[in-house]
T-cell receptor, first 115, second 114 residues
Framework: LAKTTQPISMDSYEGQEVNITCSHN???????ITWYQQFPSQGPRFIIQ???TKVTNEVASLFIPADRKSSTLSLPRVSLSDTAVYYC????????????????FGKGTKLSVKP | DSGVTQTPKHLITATGQRVTLRCSPR?????VYWYQQSLDQGLQFLIQ???????AKGNILERFSAQQFPDLHSELNLSSLELGDSALYFC?????????????FGEGSRLTVL
């Protein structure tokens, strides 16, 4: 069961790029890395998923080094509305019962964006 | 709007009571997941159902039970409630049995036990 470690909190200012790193030293070969965003009193929302190298979508980029023991979620030019908790999940997306890493959110990183 | 509907949005009850939380997944989604989120514990996975059958179990207490009905909606039953059960309860759904990476979460049901 892959475990993840993220900073508890981060502060940033509007317009800056924010990078949130997640450590997952025990990641398995079949594990994918997924990030979610959660606003207060709302359910988490999927942001991005990747396996290796770099993935980019309209919201964020995900950087995964060759050893895959960590990953970095990059949010370009954040705004006040990006203030939220960000969760890093690691799990085997083909294994619904055996590996629950894909279902474990942990406490995430609380990002506060200031004006 | 994720397409996942949870009711009630808010619920206040007393210790020792029993409540039922309801979840309607997105149209076409066969998997339903339940999560509990309290201030000090973060988001905890409770249980997963797929097409009516239990498929994965997390940190769900024996006082809690869940089921998924033929129309795919799910209910989470919480009994002998304690103060510590006060939390946000989220339901999520996905299309497949295997987790493909994206869960769609509802807005949650906030339970307050007095």
């Amino acid at each position: 069961l892959a475990k993840t470690t993220q900073p508890i909190s981060m502060d940033s200012y509007e317009g800056q790029e924010v990078n949130i790193t997640c450590s997952h030293n025990n990641i398995a070969t079949n594990d994918y890395i997924t990030w979610y965003q959660q606003f207060p009193s709302q359910g988490p929302r999927f942001i991005i998923q990747g396996y290796k190298t770099k993935v980019t979508n309209e919201v964020a980029s995900l950087f995964i080094p060759a050893d895959r023991k960590s990953s970095t979620l990059s949010l370009p030019r954040v705004s006040l509305s990006d203030t939220a908790v960000y969760y890093c999940l690691v799990g085997d997306r083909s294994n619904y019962g055996g590996s629950q890493g894909n279902l474990i959110f942990g406490k995430g990183t609380k990002l506060s964006v200031k004006p | 709007d994720s397409g996942v509907t949870q009711t009630p949005k808010h619920l206040i009850t007393a210790t020792g009571q029993r409540v039922t939380l309801r979840c309607s997944p997105r149209s076409g989604d066969l998997s339903v997941y339940w999560y509990q989120q309290s201030l000090d514990q973060g988001l905890q996975f409770l249980i997963q159902y797929y097409n009516g059958e239990e498929r994965a179990k997390g940190n769900i207490l024996e006082r809690f039970s869940a089921q998924q009905f033929p129309d795919l909606h799910s209910e989470l039953n919480l009994s002998s409630l304690e103060l510590g059960d006060s939390a946000l309860y989220f339901c999520a759904s996905s299309v497949e049995l295997e987790w493909a990476g994206e869960l769609f979460f509802g807005e949650g049901s906030r339970l307050t036990v007095l």
